[in-house]
């Protein structure tokens, strides 16, 4: 039996209007949205009615960049798809696109299969998948076709972790060349992983084994390099670019130069780079290692060119890059070598409330806030207007959320399985209040009312996103 749910008295924001609306719910999607106290809103009935009033309404957040369960560095991220996914519903996120991993030597599909295991029955919000390929061959080139036909529209390479994940300029451009004839989008972690590899060598030799030094090797002019590389490699294939976690201005000005030029090339940043910074990383007594993740933490002047990006649109979206990793037992696998911490950072609940903040400290407006978060990254990556938006046909994927809330992050009261948070004792003003996923309460009143096996798997289509 259908229910109908009406969220009555907010403020309904979308990346393109703001408006004081009543939304009505019905089967799983958005079947109306009328002016509060509009003649139409008041002949609604319904099941269940939300009151939404000095609360804004907004869509489920849309985080494009998650690593659940991802092997790296000797262990495993410690959320898995029901505790990973479970923390993003609180966090006001109702889509995540976690990456699938091609193991080297094994082919695309194994990988796939492995990841649609994992979150199988698992999740409590919706999710789809990416593909990392760590092996780019005959094989993995001609899987890529039937990946895209599946869903599956995007591919990440990575010109760092050398041995790992690397992958050559030879595979790399094969790779778009195939992008560009199936219509995948290809996501790049630009760093130059060879030379930073020598670095970390001749660090290690000079006795510097501290976290603070992952920064110091990882130079922002290597990231710069690698993404000018990796946008001259894709106007020779004729295929457009994504370039995950930015984080120094120098790669961001390698974007905006390529954008000025009207080449179809997008970044996209984390809360982690707007709001954290190599002090983080400097922290004494192996703290830092909490802060190691790749691209690492930048000087706190990058942070105003980020900010600027996102305003000029030379970076389109904020994922989280999340890929957590506890502190005891994990990051400490890296003491006396901070080559060996393993890379990433938790933050799949923090994200939509970080970009709240910004919204308060004057960075972006309201409507930004939701194109950075939620449409945006739903375009980008063949999801809209199922997802991102609030309109008639929508998946009812809404966040109440009230942005007079007060609130401190901490360990103590997060979601996410890791045992410390990025952002420990940060205050926020604003907070997600009820989340619904297709229209069923998730988070209710702050209260996880969601369960595991809700959450289904997305295929998508290919990128949206033109500006
Ligand atoms: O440090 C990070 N970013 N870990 C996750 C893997 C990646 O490169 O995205
Ligand atoms: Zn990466
Ligand atoms: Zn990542």
Known sequence: MSTRTLIRGGLVITAADETHADVLIEDGRIAAIAAHGSTV?????????????????????????????????????????????????WGGTTTIVDFAVQSQGQPLRAGLDAWYAKADGQCAIDYGFHMILSDVNEGSLKEMDRL?????????????YPGVFYSDDGQILRAMQRAESNGGLIMMHAENGIAIDVLVEQALARGERDPRYHG???????????????????????????VVHVSAEEALAELATARDKGLPVFGETCPQYLFLSTDNLAEPDFEGAKYVCSTPLRPKEHQAALWRGLRTNDLQVVSTDHCPFCF???????????????????????????????????????????????????????????????????????????????????????????DYSAYEGKRLTGQVETVLSRGELVIEQRKFTGRAGHGGYVPRATCQYLG
């Open 216 to 242: 110091e090797v990882r130079k922002a002019l290597l990231e710069a390099e690698a993404t000018h590389r990796a946008i001259q490699l894709a106007r020779v294939a004729g295929a457009p670019l994504y």
């Open 148 to 160: 895209v036909e599946e869903g599956i529209t995007s591919f990440k390479l990575f010109m760092a």
């Open 41 to 89: 809103a008041q002949g609604w009935t319904a099941d269940r009615v939300i009151d939404a009033t000095d609360r804004y309404v907004i869509p489920g957040g849309v985080d494009a960049h998650t690593h659940m369960e991802l092997p790296f560095g000797g262990t495993f991220a410690s959320d898995t798809f029901e505790t990973g996914t479970r923390a993003a519903a």
């Open 328 to 418: 005891t037992g994990q990051k400490e696998l890296g003491r006396g070598d901070f080559s060996k911490i393993p890379n990433g950072l938790p933050g799949v609940e923090n994200r939509m409330d970080l970009l709240h903040q910004a919204v308060v400290d004057g960075h972006i407006t309201r409507r930004r806030w939701i194109e950075i978060a939620c449409a945006t990254p739903a375009r980008m990556f063949g999801l809209y207007p199922k997802k991102g938006t609030l309109a008639p046909g929508a998946d009812a994927d809404v966040v109440i959320y009230d942005p007079h809330a007060e609130q401190t992050v901490s360990a103590e009261t997060h979601h996410m399985n890791v």
